[in-house]
């Protein structure tokens, strides 16, 4: 069990990072009490207890380290996908098992593999078994109710109230929205060091250690990202089967076409208010990492405004040099296109197996 006791060195560490003392006793009760009721449900269905306990210990530690809850479930194994493999104690199998876990955790609406299931299952039952008189969402009802016959457990869940989501804005208001933050944050001229607030609030989202070193002249993307996730268009930090994190101008690009919401730039398409706009080549060579100087699609902004004279961009990172800034960009020139996000657009990773990248749609009910 000594691997079970690295990841818990792992977890304690990030839960001692939070500074909120009743958000790291959360946290604490959460995880370590997920990870046991894994364990146990590992051991009646005859799998194995560590790898499960594992999961548990794991499943919400991108939450508890960004603060950040949209999607949190796939950021969450994106962040762990690394970790687990320079841990170097879990084979491929393994850590694919526990990342599979990990992605799928959140979507208790669906079955997928029996180790998915574990964690959904200790997920659904772990706040019950701790506060019997907890409000539940509705839709944790049927997997509770089933784990809790398995277990031969008589629950009479209290259904908490559902939260009214707000009516969506429309694609021009949503967009204005997003012109509207990115111009505001561009013009604060945010300097990308670790002892700028501003910067590390654009940076969070990345759980990387010293991100903020880590993206110095090179945070133009994790500045669209943050401006998105700010408005509403939640995404995670990293698309299913994606070559690169959206930290990457090259990751926003290819979603951009998957999701047919790329426009390619010609002489008749001129931007909108609240576009996002892929450069290419547009970087000095001098001012791009060695390893990334062939890299076409190099730069990415949020058009503020645009006549037949140009336009105005907000960016993070302008040219490379570290510094956000409002630019003005000729038409047409080193511009690969443009994404114009819809505003009914929703992120479905959740249809995808993690292991596969097919489509895997079963009820829970089946």
Known sequence: MHRLETIRSYVNQIISGIDNPSDKENATIHLYGVSSVCAILALKR????????????LHELYFYKTGVRPFHQHSCAEMMRPILREMGQLTANEQQLILSAIY???DQAHI???????????????PFLFEAGLGLA??????LMKVAKELGLQVNPEIAEAVIQPLPMNNIAMRNHLADLAEERAARHIVGIPEDHAYRDITHYWPDDHIEEVLKNGWCAAFVYHCCMQVGFNLPIRMPHSPCRLAGVVAWYEWAKSTHCFIQDAPDVLPQRGDIVVYHYIIPPENKP???RETPTDHIGIVLSCDENGY????????NNNVSGIVNRPLHENIEGFI?????????????????????VIPLSE
């Open 138 to 143: 509705y839709s944790s009802l049927p997997r």
């Open 104 to 106: 799928h955790h959140g």
């Open 340 to 360: 114009r996000i819809d505003s009914s657009y929703e992120y479905d990773g959740w249809k995808y197996d993690y292991k596969t990248g097919q489509v895997r």
């Open 312 to 319: 105005v961009v907000a960016e993070g990172n302008v040219n």
């Open 112 to 126: 997928h593999d029996p180790y998915d299931e574990i964690l959904k299952d200790a997920d659904a039952i772990q």
């Open 290 to 292: 060695e390893e990334q």
């Open 46 to 57: 005859g799998l194995d207890a560590e790898l499960a306990a594992i999961a548990g210990l």
